[in-house]
C-alpha cells in the first residue's frame, strides 16, 4: 500500500513537472518589452538598451539604431557561447540579409556600421541565443529566448565611439532580420514595435515589438495620429549599392512655426527618385534635427521673428540661442513659438513643442536644430551627429523624439506618434517591475 502511494505520487510529480515544461515551451507572447536608457557619457547623447544572449545568457548593452538593419555586437573581446553557430553561405540565414559576401570559410558576411561615428567593416553573420521580456502592455512578464537570433560580428573599431559599456548596436530597420522582424517571426505577432525616449538619464524609457496596449499612465496606442511610411528606393548609409534604404521616412510637407507657413524650397521636401536625396527621415543616433541649410535659416529665421526675445552667443552646434532668464517655462518645457511639421495634410501635424524644440545650457538655451549644410549630397556637419548622411533634407533626432510615444507598423506601412506631453504623461512612466 505505502509503495502505490509512493508511486502514485511520484507519477503526480512527473506529470505536474512535464505539464510545467509543456506550459512553459509553447508559451507564445503577445509582446516583448526592453528598456531605453539615455547614456551622456559619450560625446553625443545615446539611446541604450539590454538584451540577454549566448549561452550562458550574458547581458549585452547595444545602441539603440531606429534606421540599423540588424544586430551587431563586438565579437572579438571575449565573446563565448556555446550556441553561437556561423551562416553559411548559400544557406536560408544568409538569404535574409539580401547582398552579402562569402569569406574563405565559406561564412557569409555584411558589413556591420557604427552609425554613430560612421565606422563600418566586414563582419561574419552568426546565430545564436537572444533572451528578452515579455509583456501585456502594463508590465514585464516571463523570460523568453528565441534560440537561433540572426546578428553580425563587429570588432573593436567599430564599436569605438559607443557609450560606456555598449559593444553593439540594436538595429529597428526595415529589413528582415532586424530586431522587430525577427522577433515576430519567432513568436507570431504584428509586426509593429514602438520607441518611447525619456528625456532623462535617471529613468527609463520604453520599447516595445509587438501590438499594443502600451501603458504608461495609460494605453497611448489608443490616441496615436498616423502617416504613411515612405520608401527611399536609394541606401542613405553606407552598404552594399543598389539596395533601399532601411531607414523609416516620412513625408513632411511644409514646416509651420506659431501656425504660420515658413517659405520653403519644396522640391528639398520630397526624395529624388534616382539620387535618393531629399525628404526627411526619423533617427535615434542623431541627437539633434539636422535640416538642410536653406530649411534650416528659413525655419530660424521665423523662429526669432515669433519669439522676439534677444540672440545671445551661439553654443555649438546650435546657431540660435537665449539667455535662460529671457524664457519663461510652462509643464511643456520652454514656453516659445511651437514648430509644427505638417504631413500628408493640414489636418496631419506632428508638433513640436518647446520641452523638444529648445537645448538648455545652464543660463543659455538653444533652438535644438543643426544646420546640415546647402549641399545634402556632398557637404558635411561640423560636429558627430550619428553619421547621418547629409543627403537628406530633414533628419528628425532623437532630442525631437523624446517624450513623444511613436508605433512602426511595418505591415502596414505607417508610422502612428503622440507627444506625451499632451496627454500629461512621459515616457518613464512604464512599470518595469515585474508582474511574475
Same mark, same amino acid.
Given at each position: ?22 506550459? &512553459? ?7 516583448? !518589452?526592453?528598456?531605453?536608457?539615455? %547614456? ?9 538598451? =539590454? ?13 539603440? %539604431? ?26 536560408? &540565414? ?59 560580428? $563587429?570588432?573593436?573599431?567599430? &564599436? ?21 522582424? &525577427? ?6 505577432? *504584428? /509586426?509593429?514595435?514602438? +520607441? ?14 509587438? %501590438? $499594443?496596449?502600451?501603458? @504608461?499612465?495609460? %494605453?497611448?496606442?489608443?490616441? @496615436? ?15 552594399? @549599392? ?14 509651420? !512655426? ?66 535662460? =532668464?529671457? +524664457?519663461?517655462?510652462? /509643464? ?43 549641399? *545634402?549630397?556632398?557637404?558635411? !556637419?561640423?560636429?558627430? !551627429? ?14 525631437? @523624439? ?35
Amino acid at each position: 500500500m505505502v509503495s502505490s502511494l509512493r508511486f502514485l505520487i511520484i507519477c503526480s510529480f512527473l506529470l505536474l513537472t512535464f505539464s510545467s515544461s509543456i506550459a &512553459q515551451t509553447s508559451f507564445r507572447p503577445k509582446a516583448l !518589452v526592453l528598456p531605453i536608457t539615455k %547614456d551622456v557619457s559619450s560625446s553625443t547623447p545615446q539611446y541604450i538598451t =539590454k538584451i540577454n544572449q549566448r549561452t550562458p545568457l550574458v547581458p549585452v548593452k547595444l545602441t539603440v %539604431d531606429l534606421g540599423g538593419g540588424y544586430l551587431w555586437v563586438n565579437c572579438e573581446d571575449g565573446y563565448k557561447s556555446s550556441t553561437s553557430k556561423p551562416a553559411r553561405c548559400g544557406s536560408a &540565414q544568409c538569404s535574409l540579409f539580401g547582398l552579402y559576401g562569402c569569406s574563405g570559410e565559406k561564412i557569409c558576411g555584411r558589413s556591420p556600421t557604427n552609425t554613430v561615428t560612421g565606422v563600418s567593416t566586414y563582419g561574419d553573420i552568426y546565430s545564436d541565443v537572444v533572451s528578452v521580456q515579455s509583456t501585456d502592455g502594463n508590465s514585464p512578464g516571463r523570460v523568453v529566448s528565441v534560440p537561433k537570433f540572426l546578428f553580425i560580428c $563587429g570588432s573593436k573599431v567599430v &564599436q569605438d565611439g559607443l557609450a560606456t559599456g555598449v559593444t553593439g548596436m540594436a538595429g529597428l530597420g526595415r529589413t528582415k532580420v532586424s530586431l522587430p522582424s &525577427q522577433f515576430s517571426s519567432a513568436f507570431s505577432f *504584428p /509586426r509593429k514595435f514602438a +520607441i518611447c525616449l525619456s528625456a532623462y538619464t535617471s529613468s527609463d524609457g520604453v520599447m516595445f515589438f509587438g %501590438d $499594443g496596449p502600451y501603458n @504608461l499612465n495609460q %494605453d497611448v496606442s489608443k490616441v @496615436l495620429t498616423f502617416t504613411p511610411l515612405i520608401t527611399n528606393k536609394v541606401n542613405t548609409v553606407s552598404g552594399f @549599392l543598389g539596395e533601399p534604404s532601411v531607414e523609416y521616412f516620412i513625408g513632411v510637407k511644409s514646416i509651420r !512655426v506659431s501656425g504660420k507657413k515658413v517659405p520653403l524650397n519644396n522640391t528639398l521636401l520630397s526624395i529624388d527618385q534616382n539620387s535618393g536625396i531629399g525628404g526627411t527621415k526619423i533617427s535615434t543616433v542623431n541627437p539633434y534635427t539636422v535640416l538642410e541649410t536653406t530649411i534650416y535659416k528659413a525655419v530660424s529665421e521665423a523662429f526669432v521673428k515669433e519669439l522676439g526675445a534677444p540672440k545671445v552667443a551661439p553654443v555649438a552646434p546650435f546657431g540660435t540661442c537665449y539667455a535662460t =532668464k529671457d +524664457i519663461s517655462f510652462s /509643464r511643456m518645457g520652454p514656453d516659445v513659438p511651437a514648430i509644427d511639421l505638417v504631413l500628408q495634410n493640414e489636418e496631419v501635424v506632428w508638433p513640436i513643442i518647446g520641452a523638444n524644440s529648445m537645448v538648455r545650457f545652464d543660463d543659455v538655451i538653444c533652438l535644438g536644430f543643426v544646420d546640415a549644410g546647402s549641399n *545634402p549630397s556632398t557637404s558635411q !556637419v561640423g560636429f558627430v !551627429v550619428g553619421g547621418s548622411h547629409p543627403m537628406t533634407s530633414i533628419t528628425i533626432g532623437a532630442h525631437q @523624439l523624446e517624450n513623444n510615444l511613436l508605433q512602426f507598423d511595418l505591415a502596414r506601412s505607417r508610422l502612428g506618434f503622440r507627444s506625451l506631453f499632451l496627454e500629461h504623461d512621459n515616457c518613464a512612466n512604464f512599470n518595469f517591475t515585474s508582474s511574475v
